[in-house]
């Protein structure tokens, strides 16, 4: 038997989500019992903790994954969703996710990737592992421009340190901090923080 919950604010999505899970009760041998599907993003201890939890994301912070493990730590989460931003992705498996699924390409193999993630593997949409990929290679090439020192002030700034933490952090003057922000700026030929944080982590 493996319990599951549901957390999606599309109605319909999670109606067909509730399909895909009784088709599998009518053929397979695992048996699946819901446990809770509600469209609400809010999770608290007093529900019962199911195997596998299905969140959707879209329309509510990525956030949701933390609280839901903080929630049930030992439940196993998986993303169904129609958000494909490579940064949400990678913060949802910050927080806690193990599978990543995309509605509109890998919604019928939903029972596949809950056997995988059961059985401590990680499913992840084919289009997002390549998206994943691409931005891998491409961080790659901004981390060849980059010295080790500003790599370090870099990460500091995609962390939402200040430039005066920055300097505490790595024993270093806040002059210097800005010295290294201009050649950092330079070498990506970028203008401003928000360039940094897309051009290293989008």
């Known amino acids: 038997m493996i319990t599951?919950?549901?957390i999606?604010?599309?109605?319909?999505?999670?109606?067909?989500?509730?399909?895909?899970?009784?088709?599998?009760?009518?053929?397979?041998?695992?048996r699946i019992e819901v446990l809770f599907d509600i469209g609400s993003g809010r999770v608290d201890r007093t529900m019962l903790a199911p195997d596998i939890l299905i969140?959707?994301?879209?329309n509510q912070e990525p956030l949701i994954v933390e609280h839901a493990k903080n929630a049930f730590p030992k439940?196993?989460?998986?993303?169904l969703t129609e958000v494909a931003d490579v940064r949400t992705v990678r913060n949802c498996f910050r927080y806690g996710a193990v599978s990543y699924l995309l509605k509109k390409t890998?919604?019928?193999?939903?029972?596949?990737?809950?056997?995988?993630?059961?059985?401590?593997?990680?499913?992840?949409?084919p289009s997002i592992n390549r998206a994943l990929i691409e931005q891998s290679f491409k961080s790659k090439k901004y981390e060849d421009l980059l010295t080790a020192r500003e790599l370090q002030i870099a990460n500091g700034i995609i962390e939402g340190l200040s430039y005066k933490m920055i300097a505490q952090?790595?024993?270093i003057s806040l002059d210097t901090v800005r010295?290294?922000?201009k050649r950092i700026y330079r070498k990506l030929q970028i203008n401003s923080k928000g360039e940094l944080i897309a051009q290293l982590t989008a």
């Open 169 to 171: 952090k790595y024993t």
């Open 179 to 181: 010295i290294y922000i």
């Open 106 to 125: 890998c919604l019928e193999s939903l029972m596949s990737a809950i056997k995988i993630t059961i059985n401590d593997g990680s499913f992840v949409s």
């Open 75 to 79: 439940t196993e989460i998986i993303i």
């Open 55 to 58: 969140v959707d994301i879209e």
């Open 8 to 30: 999606d604010r599309d109605e319909r999505a999670r109606q067909e989500t509730q399909r895909i899970l009784n088709e599998e009760n009518e053929v397979g041998a695992n």
């Open 4 to 6: 599951v919950g549901i």
